[in-house]
């Protein structure tokens, strides 16, 4: 679809229903708006419908339904895969529905799902309370909850999705529905980590916990030579930590001249991070261990608040960077699985790559296939695979080191996969066959109920019956 292919009369009928603005190839801004923060999405949409509200995605969602156009939604974050932007067709952007409303007494917010984890984490802490949210504050809360939302938060209240309330979306056919235990429950069950495949989801309700506003916190570097070591004794304490302590490991070489003395810049390293969801004085007691795996390159652990927490590897992460990422849920960290997690993360191409490993369990395991649809609460740990880089020519050989990598470590894990680090779902079908298992099958019935032509097919997809996998 071009903008030609749609009669004029309609496209400007769609523009005088929209509060927001309607960007198209030819306007000055267009350029900026179809930007994504992952630097390897170079993409063309024929159009571009900033929302400001429910009225203006109901408005939008008619007009791609009956005009037959390719839809992608954009949120207020990250989405590594880039699936918030098409060529061709509409993007339903959200990132200017950023409203956030808490209730204090009934420990609740609910929010527009343009909003990053910044915006959320800002009015929350103001009464010391949260929600589990990512690990990077400008991630999207819309795409990380839907997906299940892994953060420093998760194994003392679960996952981003085990704390929603209710959602509010946008059906294929226009239709405004709010789901919950009390309403659309089926349709509830697959949001909470079945992806944003059933409509436009507009708005959340989390619950939230006493957070902050200070906790305890870890940031400890040791040499690269000591990785092996050093996982070992993760091993033990992870198998032994209080669900309080959510934490994880990622190695690689990390040249950061803020953080690290010339002599060490460029060398391998292992970091280990953690964070501690209850009071400072036992957090600080509880993530010593951390500390103490060999001689510390780098120690920027102690307490401090949550917010500041939450943004600490933001500028690790910056827009127009190219990023791939792929996952796999791992059995366990046996000695051979930690020697190839070695291996793998000194010879990334990147100095700015890592190989990461997060703690699982606690509260994730305490929500079964019957409450939602997210697939990975079997696992202990998930192994991240993070190539970012900056520039184009190296492309292939970044793509190829995760990919290589996937395939190996694939001995120590079932197949399944964290869905918010997908690569671009280039296993389609498969990929979500494996991750969902039996689940999968329930939610085709939800796809066939609520999206039977596949009209929001840019996400975790899974296809209705009787059609094409849209890769």
Known sequence: MTEKSISGESTEQFEAALYGDLIRPTDAGYD?????????????????????????????????RENDVLVAVRGGGHNVSGNAVCDDGLVIDLSEMTGVRVDPAAQTAWVQAGATWADLDRETQLFG???????????GIAGLTLGGGIGHLRRKYGLSCDNLRSVELVTADGEFLTASTDENEELFWGLRGGGGNFGVVTAFEFD??????????????????????????????????????????????????????????????????????????????????????AEPIADFSGTMPYTDFQQLLDEDYPDGMRYYWKSLYLDGLSDSAIERIGHWAETAPSPLSTVDVWQLGGAI?????EESAFAGRHAPFLLGVEANWEDSENDDDNVAWVRDCLDDMRQFSDGSVYLNFPGFFEEGDDMMRTTFGPAYERLVELK????????????QNIAPSGTAQTE
């Open 129 to 139: 309370l949260a929600t589990p949210g990512g690990v990077v504050s400008d991630t």
């Open 32 to 64: 900026d708006a179809r930007a994504v923060w992952n630097g390897m999405i170079d993409k063309h949409p024929a159009l571009i419908a900033r929302c400001q509200g429910v009225a203006d995605v109901v408005a939008a969602v008619n007009f791609a």
């Open 365 to 369: 395991t305490d929500v079964d296939t």
């Open 448 to 459: 066939d109920e609520y999206d039977p032509t596949n009209r929001f097919s840019l996400n």
């Open 208 to 293: 939230l916990h006493p957070v902050g506003p200070d906790v305890a916190t870890c940031l400890v570097f040791y040499p690269g030579d000591q990785l092996h070591d050093c996982l070992q004794a993760y091993r033990a304490y992870a198998e032994s930590s209080p669900d309080e302590v959510s934490s994880l490991t990622f190695a690689g070489v990390m040249p950061d001249a803020e953080l690290f003395s010339a002599d060490v810049l460029h060398d391998f390293k292992i970091a280990f991070m953690g964070c501690y969801a209850g009071s400072a004085e036992e957090g600080e007691s509880a993530l010593a261990s951390l500390r103490e795996f």
